[in-house]
Nanobody, 126 residues
Framework: EVQLVESGGGLVQTGGSLRLSCAAT????????IGWFRQAPGKEREGVSC????????YFIDSVRGRFTISSDNAKTTVYLQMDSLLPEDTAVYFC???????????????????WGQGTQVNVSS
């Protein structure tokens, strides 16, 4: 059974940093892509970043590129989303998701994942 557990959310001030973790079990880590999504109150969920550790590729949407980085620890089957220079508009529930296709070459609006975590809240105060 595929399981994804996010952690690391919290409250930070503008300009602060957080590192989100997505601990994955139940599948061959290198064969799956991990995506990060967020959903702010009153807004649709949006894809933020994804990585395919098996082929070493990653993708970021324009609004976070240069501020967010993504990394994988294959031994721990965990993906990290390092979020720096956070802005109030980054406030949202962040979800990680997994599926067995390469998301890094696809428009985030086309990302569809079968497996999801429960989400972790990120609040950035102004």
């Amino acid at each position: 059974e595929v399981q994804l557990v996010e952690s690391g959310g919290g409250l930070v001030q503008t300009g602060g940093s957080l590192r989100l973790s997505c601990a994955a079990t139940g599948f061959t880590f290198d064969d799956y892509a991990i995506g990060w999504f967020r959903q702010a109150p009153g807004k649709e969920r949006e894809g933020v970043s994804c990585t395919n550790s098996g082929i070493g590729t990653s993708y970021f949407i324009d609004s976070v590129r240069g501020r967010f980085t993504i990394s994988s620890d294959n031994a721990k089957t965990t993906v990290y989303l390092q979020m720096d220079s956070l802005l109030p508009e980054d406030t949202a529930v962040y979800f990680c998701a997994a599926d067995s296709w390469d998301c890094t070459g696809t428009d985030p609006q086309a990302w569809e994942f079968d497996h999801w975590g429960q989400g972790t809240q990120v609040n950035v105060s102004s």
